[in-house]
């Protein structure tokens, strides 16, 4: 069945239900879509994220929507996309969230290229210190990377679809997650467990990517043969970062992407590490996104 014809194929105007009426289609994966909706609820804009008309039976489609609902229940952080309410049993399961507008991290850097350090500093204090709260209550993301992070004043992290408890992230043993932002265990878990730490590398290749303008690692080749050959990041080791960036922040991000979780930063480590950076930059308004050559 063609991805048109799993879609609710609504347009501008139509209900999604009756407090929520749809407004544009923001995007989706394979099991669900994500709509800008108007809630008359709220009486503002909002996104619903909703199962696609052929996974509103799938169980295991309605088990993730049902673990994204728990993991918005248990997360409250500044930094971190709220869930508004969520409907699991009507006709269309959906989960309502609130509406960030700004850009995406990864349509900065797809646009303009390297960011400012009065740019990449922020996002990386404020979406590490959302990691330190995240294992602080025992959870994990899971799936950090730049079209995850809406740019702002404070930058937020977004898409809880895989995120669960900690406990639970450490008994995976299949692949969760985006391939070119995974972390090495995250890769091949199994002897080497994913947890808080794994979030620490997605967020190293993230500030990586926003630093250099470019992956860290070369892309997934996933009809590869071999294991290293389909994510390189489980062997290769990361390009050195461009000319002029501070030491720094060349330092934490080499920490960050190590291969060893042990060895990496806690969250709390990677904001004290960048604080002092970022106070060294001059005062001013953040909002210009320049090129940077």
């Avoid at 639970?168 to 997650?177: E, T, W, Y």
Wanted: include cysteine.
């Amino acid at each position: 069945m063609g991805r048109e014809e799993q879609s609710w194929r609504l347009a501008e105007g139509d209900a999604i239900t009756g407090e929520l009426t749809a407004v544009r289609k923001l995007g989706g994966g394979a099991a669900y879509e994500a709509w800008l909706a108007f809630d008359e609820v709220t009486y503002s804009p909002v996104v619903v994220k909703l199962l696609r008309p052929d996974q509103v039976d799938d169980g295991s489609s309605r088990r993730g929507l049902r673990r994204e609902v728990a993991a918005l229940a248990a997360v409250n952080h500044p930094v971190v996309v709220r869930g508004l309410r969520h409907d699991l049993d009507g006709p269309r399961p959906h989960v309502v969230l609130e509406h960030i507008d700004g850009p995406r991290l990864s349509s900065l850097v797809r646009r303009y290229g390297r960011l400012q350090e009065q740019q990449y500093l922020p996002l990386a204090i404020d979406v590490a210190a959302s990691l330190h709260y995240l294992r602080h209550i025992g959870w994990t993301h899971l799936d950090i990377k730049p079209s995850n992070i809406i740019m702002g004043a404070p930058a937020r992290l977004i898409d809880l679809s895989v995120a669960r408890p900690e406990e639970d992230a450490r008994r995976l043993r299949h692949l969760i997650g985006t391939d070119a932002y995974m972390s090495p265990e995250q890769c091949d878990p199994g002897e080497v467990e994913p947890s808080y730490a794994s979030d620490v590398w997605g967020l190293g290749a993230t500030l990586f990517e926003a630093v250099a303008g470019h992956r860290a690692f070369d892309d997934p080749r996933p009809r590869a043969d071999t294991l290293e050959e389909r994510l390189p990041q489980v062997a290769a080791a990361p390009r050195a970062l461009p000319d002029g960036v501070p030491d720094e922040v060349v330092k934490v991000i080499g920490a960050m992407l190590l291969h060893d979780p042990a060895a990496r930063p806690a969250p709390h480590e990677v904001v004290d590490a960048l604080e002092p950076v970022l106070a060294r930059q001059p005062r001013g308004s953040l909002a210009g996104f320049k090129v940077r050559g």
